[in-house]
T-cell receptor, first 114, second 110 residues
Framework: DTEVTQTPKHLVMGMTNKKSLKCEQH?????MYWYKQKAKKPPELMFV???????INESVPSRFSPECPNSSLLNLHLHALQPEDSALYLC?????????????FGPGTRLLVL | EDQVTQSPEALRLQEGESSSLNCSYT??????LFWYRQDPGKGPEFLFT???AGEEKEKERLKATLTKKESFLHITAPKPEDSATYLC???????????FGEGTQLTVNP
């Protein structure tokens, strides 16, 4: 089983709202990732958690705040987003603690910021 | 700087018409090359991981091969359900992130 789940599937929010995206995997993977994907572009890395610790932040604006409550869960808290933040947000996980192993992606959350 | 170039950008095939997608890469040391399939509005679906030149992997109508400079994704007798964007990504031995290509959008007409 290589399933990564994400909720919600779709999210519409105003620029003053606070919302959270959730990602879950039960494969025992020790690395989890957040990516942002714009239309017709490849995924762009945002954050990496390795063994529940933040190991990479790709200079993401502070209006995006990641959280890893345990080894199976990954959240992305959103606050005061801009319309240009509208995109498909993807979560991924890999078995080991590095990015050199195969990453398995979730279905994504389609975010629209009005 | 790592570079990954996929070609063609878009490819239209008739059902049953076999073809290949290309992923050429420039990295200081390849740790792994990954192929994904992505349907519109969905997350990338893992297809293959290749680690060393000469390696080949197959799954149904797909076969991935790897040389020291590029990888090919061969599609044999494609069906309309193979229509998707195919993404290639590489990770170098000293790297901490994947470098993705821009993808090849494949359309298979019935």
């Amino acid at each position: 089983d290589t399933e990564v789940t994400q909720t919600p599937k779709h999210l519409v929010m105003g620029m003053t709202n606070k919302k959270s995206l959730k990602c879950e995997q039960h494969m025992g993977h020790r690395a989890m990732y957040w990516y942002k994907q714009k239309a017709k572009k490849p995924p762009e890395l945002m954050f990496v958690y390795s063994y529940e610790k933040l190991s990479i932040n790709e200079s993401v604006p502070s209006r995006f705040s990641p959280e890893c409550p345990n080894s199976s869960l990954l959240n992305l808290h959103l606050h005061a987003l801009q319309p240009e933040d509208s995109a498909l947000y993807l979560c991924a996980s890999s078995r080991g603690g590095t990015m050199q192993e195969t990453q398995y992606f979730g279905p994504g959350t389609r975010l629209l910021v009005l | 700087e790592d570079q990954v170039t996929q070609s063609p950008e878009a490819l239209r095939l008739q059902e049953g018409e076999s073809s290949s997608l290309n992923c050429s890469y420039t990295v200081s040391g390849l740790r792994g090359l990954f192929w994904y399939r992505q349907d519109p509005g969905k997350g990338p679906e893992f297809l293959f991981t290749l680690y060393s030149a000469g390696e080949e992997k197959e799954k149904e109508r797909l076969k991935a091969t790897l040389t020291k400079k590029e990888s090919f994704l061969h599609i044999t007798a494609p069906k309309p359900e193979d229509s998707a964007t195919y993404l290639c990504a590489v990770c170098q031995t000293s790297g901490s992130r994947l470098t993705f290509g821009e993808g090849t959008q494949l359309t298979v007409n019935p």
